[in-house]
């Protein structure tokens, strides 16, 4: 396999500025932000914030099957998952807990958790001597959900909560089970797509029942980039699974590739929508 | 190497749960854009009405407008975007691109799709709030978008012009968002927001260049109402 390694960096390197680039943006908005909260001061839910809290969480719970009357008997969801899903949900809102805050710390939550996984993947002995192009797209996506894990932190913190920086209790049992698994590229593969899974699904939700106006901004412009990594990692599993290890590199040899490389990175179709068993409730990653 | 269904065939993840579950969401948008559309009506009419329900009136009133603009507008991009595609994919099937790669044939066959059903969504929220369904693209992006594609000459080119379209309108919607006042219209675009950042890393990567440039996507390049 031929890789362009001094192209690969300047790529790299390209992307780094950009993304230098983006970062100034994103810290420039988010000075803004303690004084936001200043005005605000400590948050406390409004009547109209509780009902619609209280309105997704009825949502969450027909979702999974979990509705009134329903949370005791019966379950969609198996084992220990299922459990601590209808713990969380039947569980009344706190009166002095925000949405908005919860959605953001479940947020940081699962941006902690995929930076442990990526960190944990560029360990195995497949990965960090595998594909440098691979290599190179989980330190650099490893980095980005670092960003990602601060912007909401920080936003976190100027809506006056406490910021988390732990990993999701529900999808880290997840991680747990499946490490022992992971024996080569396309199982790290499939895993970290998962993850970015979860946290596109969990956005999409949440961007909806977001008040606050910069949360929406800030989740909105992560999204995008989580979306991305999915779209790369369904390619890169599609080309693992179809024997074509060699055509992952940049400079890309476009010819080569096989038609369905070229829908392959669109597992939703026209549309990106959150399943049932990929979206993290707000309760789930919120500090306690 | 890949089989052919090793990867969803364009338009027939609309047939799986997930999608479907995406349905749901249009016409959720859908009615309750037509909800505020009645309430707008209302507003108009109900002089009966005390202080806070006119406010209430007026307020969801001027939220429903400024809704119904962003489905117009984003509409009019869609129909820009599928003009576009089309062009391409006629161009390539007429040969004036010169070889077109497998992938990327399937590439423009399944985006064009894609942006057909935001389409399609779209006119629907619009249609059901008692507005007229959009069939133009987008007047200010037309005249730049025809003169950069009369300059194409390859599928490099082609390339290159549909990564500058995706990233307009992906960069359109996530201004948008939080200007929406209807949470399923708000889904709905972040919805289509998100595949077409999708489209742009694969076309990055046809490209050569690295997927995922940005830590956070960006909204220079987003156009107003």
């Not at chain 1, 290599?135 to 490893?142: G, I, L, N, S, Y």
């Not at chain 2, 594609?149 to 012009?161: H, Q, R, S, Y």
Request: proline content about 4%; hydrophobic content about 45%; overall charge negative.
């Amino acid at each position: 396999m031929r890789v362009d390694e001094r192209g690969l960096r300047e790529l790299i390197t390209e992307s780094q500025d950009l993304q230098s680039d983006a970062l100034a943006g994103a810290r420039a908005g988010l000075v803004d932000l303690a004084d936001l909260r200043h005005e605000r001061g400590p948050q406390r839910p409004e009547p109209e914030q509780m009902e619609r809290f209280n309105a997704g969480r009825r949502q969450l719970l027909q979702r999974l099957g979990l509705g009134a009357g329903a949370v005791a008997g019966r379950s969609v969801l198996v084992g220990s998952f299922g459990a601590a899903v209808t713990a969380i949900l039947a569980k009344p809102a706190a009166a002095d807990t925000a949405l908005d805050v919860q959605q953001l710390q479940t947020a940081s939550s699962l941006e902690k958790l995929a930076i442990s996984a990526y960190a944990a993947a560029l360990g195995l002995d497949f990965i960090k001597n595998g594909n440098p192009v691979i290599v190179k797209f989980a330190q650099t996506t490893m980095m980005q959900h670092d960003e990602h894990k601060k912007a909401f932190q920080a936003q976190t913190t100027a809506l006056g909560g406490k910021a988390q920086d732990t990993p999701n209790p529900i999808f880290l049992k997840v991680v747990t089970a499946a490490t022992p698994g992971l024996k080569a590229p396309l199982d790290v593969v499939k895993l970290a797509a998962s993850l970015e899974e979860v946290a596109a699904d969990t956005y999409l939700v949440d961007i909806s029942m977001f008040e606050d106006t910069k949360s929406i901004e800030i989740m909105g412009s992560v999204i995008g980039v989580e979306v991305q990594h999915l779209a790369i990692l369904k390619a890169v599993q599609a080309l693992l699974e179809g024997g074509g290890e060699a055509l992952i590199k940049i400079p890309t040899d476009v010819a080569a590739l096989p038609a369905a490389a070229g829908s392959a990175g669109f597992p939703d179709g026209a549309f990106l929508t959150a399943s049932d068993e990929t979206v993290a409730p707000p309760e789930s990653g919120a500090v306690k | 190497m890949i089989d052919a269904t090793d990867a969803p065939p364009a338009g027939q993840g609309g047939l799986s749960r997930r999608h479907l579950l995406g349905g749901g969401t249009m016409a959720g948008a859908a009615l309750l854009l037509a909800a505020c559309g009645s309430d707008s009506e209302d507003s108009s009419t109900d002089t009966t009405a005390g202080d806070d329900d006119e406010t209430t009136s007026t307020t969801k009133a001027q939220a429903a407008a400024g809704d119904a603009k962003v489905a117009e507008l984003a509409a009019g991009l869609e129909v820009l975007a599928v003009g576009t595609y089309k062009a391409a994919l006629d161009a390539a099937t007429g040969g004036k691109l010169g070889a077109v790669p497998p992938a990327v044939a399937t590439y423009v066959k399944t985006a064009m799709g894609h942006h057909q059903e935001a389409l399609d969504a779209w006119n629907e929220v619009i249609t059901a709030a008692g507005g007229t369904e959009v069939t133009t693209p987008n007047a200010t992006l037309k005249p730049t978008v025809d003169a950069a594609f009369a300059k194409v000459k390859d599928v490099t080119g082609a390339a290159e012009l549909a990564l500058l379209l995706e990233q307009i309108a992906a960069q359109t919607y996530l201004a948008a968002l939080p200007k929406i006042q209807d949470a399923e219209a708000r889904k709905l675009a972040t919805s289509i927001q998100t595949v077409d950042q999708q489209h742009q890393a694969i076309l990055l990567f046809t490209l050569g260049k690295y997927p995922v440039p940005d830590v956070f996507q960006k909204t220079d390049k987003a156009v107003t109402a």
